[in-house]
């Protein structure tokens, strides 16, 4: 299942179930489990951990060092779990020392072609990456997340869960779970109501969600603590609301509005 034109480091530890395709370059302090496809002409450094049956397509960098100045070889490692599909050129750096330390990627994600993934971002689960969407450093996206091809996030900002970005999507704040959206700067243009609906949101927590939605990002100027107490109470109903309350109580960056 190893091309024999691959080239892969006595350090590295690749489960024999593993195909590796030609031209493919795995360095030492690599470890990849059971299942996986390594395509043609994949770069893979480490120290980086990849879980099972991820599909790795031709020409990624995974696991190469940071893009930061400040990186001066300090212990930073990569870790991707299982089931994801990693398309052509995709690029996944390492974490660094002052952010510390790990890039992570859960498991069921997609992400497409170009896509780029800087230090120290960290990823959870079955988001949708479309093509050439890219992280700056130290950012964080939330399970069933989808960034439009050609979305840009910020160094340090956040995309919450089941949130949505519109093609071309510059994102400069933290973008709160389910909310949709788009622009330059992005703004945000609702819920997302249909990405809630196929993941089986009753109606009620969808409404719920629409009301803290307008109460906490369509708002104007500081939120009053009224607003906070009232939707406390719909978050004990509602793990939406709650997801959402605390999310924008914890915003550093500032929320879209």
């Known amino acids: 299942m190893i091309h024999p034109t691959a080239i ?32 043609p002409h994949t770069v893979i450094t480490g120290p980086t951990k990849i879980g099972q049956d991820n599909h790795i397509f031709q020409f990624a960098s995974i696991g190469a060092d940071p893009q930061d100045l400040k990186f001066d070889g300090e212990d930073s ?43 120290d971002c960290l990823i ?58 788009t622009g330059h700067y992005a703004e945000s243009k609702g819920i997302n109501k249909q990405g809630l609906k196929r993941r089986d949101f009753s109606s009620d927590e969808i409404s719920a969600i629409q009301k803290s939605y307008l109460r906490l990002v369509r708002r104007k100027g500081v939120i009053e603590e009224e607003v906070f107490a009232e939707l406390e109470e719909l978050a ?15 915003a550093t960056r500032g929320t879209v509005s």
């Open 8 to 39: 892969i480091d006595p350090a590295a530890n690749v489960h024999k179930s593993c195909e590796v395709g030609p031209y493919a370059v795995i360095g030492a302090d690599v470890v990849i489990g059971s299942g996986n496809t390594i395509g």
């Open 236 to 250: 004990e109903q509602y793990e939406g609301v709650k997801n959402m309350l605390e999310f924008v109580r914890t």
């Open 77 to 119: 490692r990569l870790e991707i779990g299982s089931r994801n599909r990693i398309r052509e050129f995709v690029t996944i750096n390492r974490g660094t020392g002052g952010g510390g330390g790990l890039t992570r990627i859960g498991d069921d994600n997609l992400l497409m072609a170009y896509v780029h993934i800087a230090h």
């Open 124 to 181: 959870d689960n079955h988001t949708v990456f479309a093509n050439s969407a890219s992280l700056a450093g130290h950012v964080s996206v939330g399970d069933y997340a989808i960034l439009g091809g050609f979305s840009l996030v910020h160094q340090f900002s956040r995309v919450g869960a089941h949130s949505f970005s519109g093609m071309g999507s510059v994102i400069n704040k933290d973008v709160p779970p389910y909310v949709l959206v």
